[in-house]
């Protein structure tokens, strides 16, 4: 009974330790999914402008051209989404310079993870809430810009 007691208050203790920092990841998290979501809306605007003339075209580098400028919307928008977790870094006061907290953004979004960069011991596990949010947000823009690219693929067959 021991073995199980302990287990049990090692993950009442844990997660309640989490627990803030679950609450605090909701804020830039929300901000993050909105930004994509105006980011998304951009890509599916300049589709309808400059893509849809584009499919009357079979082999026409005004295709590749899309598919480029798509790209470079999504990239502007995952950089804002560092942006937006980055200025929360550094307004909670997680790290206390605008530089450092960009670069622990860009790795904690990205998941690459390599910094040497670290928040305060009691919110060591924060950055991978920016992680999951941003492969949640890597996820929506694969599977726009794959909409994209099988309807310029569908239209030739």
Partial sequence: MDGWHGAAQDLVELDLR?????????LPMCLTVLWHGFGINLVHRF???FGRPALQHRHGIERSMVVVGCVGLLLVTHFGGVVI???????VDLVNDVGKAM???MNAYTTLGAS??????SWLGFGNFESMT???MFGWSTAVLANIVQRFHTIDD
């Fill in 116 to 121: 040497d960069i670290h928040l305060p011991r």
């Fill in 85 to 91: 977790w980055a200025a929360f870094y550094f307004l």
């Fill in 134 to 136: 941003a492969m949640l």
């Fill in 103 to 105: 670069v622990y953004s």
């Fill in 18 to 26: 989490y627990t803030r920092q679950v609450l605090a990841a909701l």
């Fill in 47 to 49: 589709f309808r402008r």
